[in-house]
């Protein structure tokens, strides 16, 4: 009686271990949408007049990196550039010793992830430094992600002697949906209006 | 020999009578779920209320994902005791915010979860004996839970996966569908908390639970 019992009790264990849920696949791809921005805070934009952008999309896979002008970067890059101007930005050419200068890059990254079914350390701890001896335990699995980055670099401070740019504003936009055109416009709003910092006019 | 098979038929005639006389003292006997230790196995359907700091800085919205299934020896006293298995998962979706640190500012849906899978020993005590068709009792349980804390910052997650101590108070009580029946409901009212800490959560989980269940029982 006793074997059955215990029968049922692995049972249960394997049969409640074995769904798994994905909590946010009912997300529409505009509510998937992360927009994540970052500045730095001893900047004060109000001194900045004209901005540059660079002609390419700047792609980004893994560890290769190159530039590229499909229809999709042009979107973005005439997205932006509205967007900026409504701020009250003018828009010069390189040439013209623009205070700022804004790249766009593409990036995808390929993981390969490991999953392990989670053990707390006591028992490890409590054998004296022990380890768990079960590898079968881990799986693997790979994603990829392609995300936007926007990143708005100061020309007008360039440190001459370090021959740097600092990056004063980066904005990432992830989720799904990054690739469909009629987001462009809210995508880039998004990421400028939670930014108000930007704003010089 | 005449006197012997006189006797035997006499006895022939006595013993159907003689065995029909005890018969009724067999079903005045106790019940075998009051003479041995007895096995039941109960399943349960759960809703479950957050409380405490679990509800105020992360998710405030019950849950009626929850199920569990338990085995417990029956004693010959007033206790049984046995273990339970079960899983519970707690979500919520939170319309888009603004989510500030520092230098950096993140707008997105957000959706809270946590699942858990404890497994738990308990003891109950039960107020009435077995024979009774409703039976209350109080249970203490103590265990570990396999838990699960994901944040989606839309379809970004920020995870963290532990075993972590739980225990759990409870009320409720068994109603036997038949006197001496195998079958039966369960109504169980417990407080469960896990200890946990992690971003949002400061101070652990802890939920009001109401299961309803069937048992079955056995010996």
């Given at each position: 009686m006793l074997k059955k019992a215990s029968f049922l009790i692995i049972f249960a264990a394997i049969w409640l271990t074995s769904c798994t849920k994905d909590p946010v696949n009912d997300l529409t791809d505009l509510d998937s949408q992360v927009f994540i921005t970052n500045f730095d805070k001893s900047v004060n934009f109000k001194q900045f007049k004209t901005f540059s952008i660079a002609d390419s999309v700047i792609v980004v896979q893994d560890d290769r990196s190159g530039t590229a002008l499909t229809d999709l970067d042009r979107q973005m890059l005439s997205s932006v550039i509205a967007k900026m101007q409504s701020q009250g930005y003018t828009c010069v050419a390189a040439?013209?010793?623009?205070?700022v200068g804004i790249t766009i890059a593409r990036i995808t990254n390929t993981y390969l992830n490991v999953a392990s079914t989670p053990y707390s350390s006591y028992y490890g701890g409590f054998y004296g430094g022990y380890g768990y001896g079960y590898p079968s335990y881990y799986s693997y699995y790979e994603t990829s992600e392609s995300y936007w980055s926007v990143s708005m670099l100061d020309l007008k401070n360039a440190n001459a002697t370090t021959k740097t740019l600092n990056v004063i504003w980066n904005a990432q936009i992830r989720g799904s949906?990054?690739?469909?055109?009629?987001y462009f416009s809210e995508m880039i709003n998004s990421v400028f209006d939670q930014s108000a910092y930007l704003k010089i006019n | 020999m005449k006197k012997l098979i006189i006797a035997a038929f006499l006895l022939a005639g006595f013993a159907p009578a003689f065995a029909q006389e005890q018969a009724p003292k067999l079903y005045t006997l106790p019940s075998p779920y009051d003479r041995y230790t007895t096995y039941l196995v109960t399943a349960r359907l759960t809703g479950a209320v957050p409380i405490g700091s679990f509800k105020n800085d992360y998710i405030d919205k019950a849950s009626f994902e929850n199920y569990s299934i338990s085995l417990e020896w029956v004693l010959q006293n007033s206790f049984s005791i046995g273990g339970e298995i079960g899983y519970s998962y707690f979500k919520q979706r939170l319309p888009r915010a603004l989510y500030t640190s520092g230098d950096q500012t993140i707008s997105a849906i957000q959706t809270r979860t946590v699942s858990q899978y404890p497994i738990q020993a308990f003891v109950n005590y039960h107020f009435l004996p077995k024979s009774s068709a409703i039976q209350p009792y109080v249970q203490l349980s103590a265990g570990g839970s396999i838990l699960d804390y994901t944040v989606y910052y839309g379809s970004l997650a920020d995870q963290r996966q532990k075993i972590r101590p739980t225990y759990g108070v409870g009320v409720g009580s068994k109603f036997l569908?038949?006197?001496?029946?195998s079958f039966g409901a369960d109504v169980r009212v417990k407080y469960a908390a896990t200890s946990f800490k992690y971003d949002y959560l400061t101070s652990g989980i802890s939920s009001l639970n109401t299961s309803i269940g069937l048992f079955y029982r056995w010996w």
């Open positions: 040439s013209n010793k623009p205070d949906g990054l690739a469909n055109t009629d | 569908f038949k006197k001496d029946g």
